[in-house]
Antibody, heavy 119, light 108 residues
Framework: QVQLMQSGAEVKKPGASVKVSCEAS????????MHWVRQAPGQGPEWMGR????????KYAQKFQGWVTMTRDTSISTAYMELRRLKSDDTAVYYC????????????WGQGTLVTVSS | SYVLSQPPSVSVAPGQTARIICGGN??????VHWYQQKSGQAPVLVVY???DRPSGIPERFSGSNSGNTATLTISRVDAGDEADYYC???????????FGGGTKLTVL
C-alpha cells in the first residue's frame, strides 16, 4: 500500500533552515509528482509547490519562490523540502502529498512534520 | 491569483443533510476536490474531480460543480462527520494548487 513517511518534528531558531524528508513506498516513486503543503495552527492548508521525481523539475508557489527548495533522491524514494530564513510564522505542520497521475488532487499524505520556529 | 471562498462554519442536526459550498470565479470550468480533516490528522480526500469518491468513502459524500459554486453534500450526517472541510483546485493559468479557507462542520 502507498505510504509516505516523514521525518520527525523540528525546533528551529529564526533565520535558520529546516529540511523535511518524505520517504515513499508502495508505488513507483518516479511516476507521480510529490507536493508539499503546510498548515499553520488553526489555518487551512497552503500549497508550497511540487517536484517531479522523474526529472527533478519543480514548480514553487509564488510566495515561496527563492525561499524553498524541493529535491529528491530516487535511489531511496525520498523527497525533500528545505525552507530557509525561517520566521516565527513559518511554525506549521508540513505535509508531503502525492499527486495523481496527470492530475492535481492528493489521495495520499504523509503524517506531517511539525516545525516550530522560536527564539 | 485564483481564490476559493468557503463559509467558516456549517451546523446540522444528526441525520440531516449538510451542504458546504466553495465559491470561485467560473469554478465550474475547473475540477474541484474536497478533503475532510479531523483534529490532529492529515487531510483525507473525500471527493475528487467534482463528483467522484475514492474507495472507502461512503456514498453519503457527494459533490457537484457549476457556474461559480461547487458543493460538497453529506447526507445522513452523524457525529463522526464533524471535521473541517476544504475545497481545492488546480489553477491552470498559474499552475498553482489552491485551497479554500475551510468550513468547520458541527453536528448539533
Amino acid at each position: 500500500q502507498v505510504q509516505l513517511m516523514q521525518s520527525g518534528a523540528e525546533v528551529k531558531k529564526p533565520g535558520a533552515s529546516v529540511k523535511v524528508s518524505c520517504e515513499a513506498s508502495g508505488y513507483a516513486f518516479t511516476g507521480y509528482f510529490m507536493h508539499w503543503v503546510r498548515q499553520a495552527p488553526g489555518q487551512g492548508p497552503e500549497w508550497m509547490g511540487r517536484i517531479d521525481p522523474n526529472s527533478g523539475g519543480t514548480k514553487y508557489a509564488q510566495k515561496f519562490q527563492g525561499w524553498v527548495t524541493m529535491t529528491r533522491d530516487t535511489s531511496i524514494s525520498t523527497a525533500y523540502m528545505e525552507l530557509r530564513r525561517l520566521k516565527s510564522d513559518d511554525t506549521a505542520v508540513y505535509y508531503c502529498a502525492r499527486g495523481g497521475y496527470g492530475n492535481y488532487f492528493f489521495g495520499y499524505w504523509g503524517q506531517g512534520t511539525l516545525v516550530t520556529v522560536s527564539s | 491569483s485564483y481564490v476559493l471562498s468557503q463559509p467558516p462554519s456549517v451546523s446540522v442536526a444528526p441525520g440531516q443533510t449538510a451542504r458546504i459550498i466553495c465559491g470561485g470565479n467560473n469554478i465550474g470550468s475547473k475540477s474541484v476536490h474536497w478533503y475532510q480533516q479531523k483534529s490532529g490528522q492529515a487531510p483525507v480526500l473525500v471527493v475528487y474531480d467534482d463528483t467522484d469518491r475514492p474507495s472507502g468513502i461512503p456514498e453519503r459524500f457527494s459533490g457537484s460543480n457549476s457556474g461559480n459554486t461547487a458543493t460538497l453534500t453529506i447526507s445522513r450526517v452523524d457525529a463522526g462527520d464533524e471535521a473541517d472541510y476544504y475545497c481545492q483546485v488546480w489553477d491552470r493559468s498559474s499552475d498553482h494548487v489552491v485551497f479554500g479557507g475551510g468550513t468547520k462542520l458541527t453536528v448539533l
